[in-house]
């Protein structure tokens, strides 16, 4: 190896996770009152769904994906209830969760907007934040 520091600088990178959340997508982790009969949901879809990706991502358990997203609501100084491990286990066989690809060595970045949540790469981000790939003049 002829650049240490290069390599080094590498390697922490593949465990680079950006997550990107908008205001609407915090205010639609409050769950949506139900109309129908029965209980009321305490988490929302989007919720779930950001806790399933994050699991994928980081590859962890549930109790330690129940973990990450109190510190994270913590640290954001929200007010919400942390889904359960149990809840999440069940969600997790009928939702489908988007997966991070295998063979990324780059960072990783999560989209968290009122419509949903996506999981890109650094490029495809670049892409459709800019439009372009290329760099501007």
Same mark, same amino acid.
Request: hydrophobic share 40%.
């Given at each position: ?13 593949? @465990? ?50 129940? @973990? ?54 650094? @490029? ?14």
């Amino acid at each position: 190896m002829a650049n240490w520091a290069e390599y080094d600088a590498a390697l922490r990178q593949r @465990g680079s996770l950006t997550v990107w959340s908008s205001e609407e997508a915090i205010a639609a982790l409050r769950s949506e009152p139900r109309t129908s009969r029965g209980g009321q949901p305490r988490y929302s879809m989007l919720a779930i769904r950001t806790a399933l990706t994050l699991r994928a991502v980081l590859r962890l358990a549930l109790r330690q994906t129940e @973990g990450l997203i109190g510190s994270i609501l913590r640290l954001l100084g929200l007010d919400l209830a942390v889904p359960d491990h149990s809840t999440l286990s069940r969600r997790a066989a009928t939702l489908e969760v988007p997966r991070p690809c295998p063979h990324s060595r780059g960072p990783v970045h999560l989209l968290v907007d009122r419509t949903g949540l996506r999981l890109c790469g650094p @490029g495809k981000w670049l892409i459709e934040k800019n439009g372009t790939r290329r760099r501007r003049s």
